[in-house]
């Protein structure tokens, strides 16, 4: 038994995408993929005690109809495999989920793939959910491995300010209690998360809009 424990793929880390955050948001220029799917993973070369790289973190984006054509027009792209076990958070702009059905069809999709991690966080924005992600490239809290989001998100005990959720947290309460709080994320002179928006039956409450502080 020793001597057949390997990697059951046989693919090495550097070869592998491993994106840790992903910000959705409206697509501006293809009618045909409503959806601007754009993921965030650290660059493995760039890591340990002999980098070959300077740039820890790369962003790339695509238009799709789902989470699923994105990963796939992404792989025939890029040179190596989109693997979203290690996804961490995905963050949407409040053209996303206040479109009921556009959050139906990025949750189901989620919950439906096997291979994604079930125990991300969901995070919402005012603004474009891509530029979040770009000016996360610049704080000074950036965090290289799990993202700046995620050492965010697990600062909850120390802060009043939040409460964070997880996709299955979240479709648990909406399915049960019918009601859900996703936080929310701004960005000013560096990223915070604050208060957080109000969901009934998958639908943004627009009457009670956006909690200041939970």
């Known amino acids: 038994m020793i001597f057949m424990t390997a990697c059951w793929d046989m693919i090495d880390l550097e070869d592998r995408i491993l994106p840790y955050s992903l910000a959705i948001d409206l697509s501006t220029n293809d009618s045909k993929n409503p959806l601007l799917f754009c993921f965030s993973y650290p660059n493995i070369n760039a890591l340990g005690k002999n980098p070959t790289q300077e740039e820890l973190v790369y962003i790339i984006n695509v238009n799709a109809k789902s989470l699923f054509d994105a990963t796939n027009e992404l792989t025939s792209r890029e040179h190596h495999p989109i693997f979203l076990k290690h996804l961490n958070v995905v963050v949407m702009s409040e053209e996303v989920f206040t479109n009921e059905k556009h959050i139906r069809q990025i949750l189901d999709g989620i919950q439906r793939d096997y291979l994604i991690n079930k125990m991300l966080y969901l995070l919402i924005t005012k603004a474009s959910a891509q530029d979040l992600l770009e000016k996360k490239l610049e704080s000074k809290r950036q965090e290289t491995i799990e993202g700046l989001f995620v050492s965010l998100l697990h ?38 998360i604050t208060g957080g928006g109000l969901f009934k039956d998958y639908k943004f409450e627009r009457g009670e809009r956006f909690f200041n502080q939970l």
Not at 163 to 172: A, D, G, N, Y
Not at 175 to 187: E, G, M, Q, T
């Open 155 to 192: 600062n909850e005990q120390e802060s009043n300010k939040f409460t964070p959720i997880r996709i299955m947290e979240f479709i648990h309460d909406i399915d049960k209690r019918k009601v859900a709080v996703i936080p929310l994320a701004i960005s000013a002179d560096d990223i915070e």
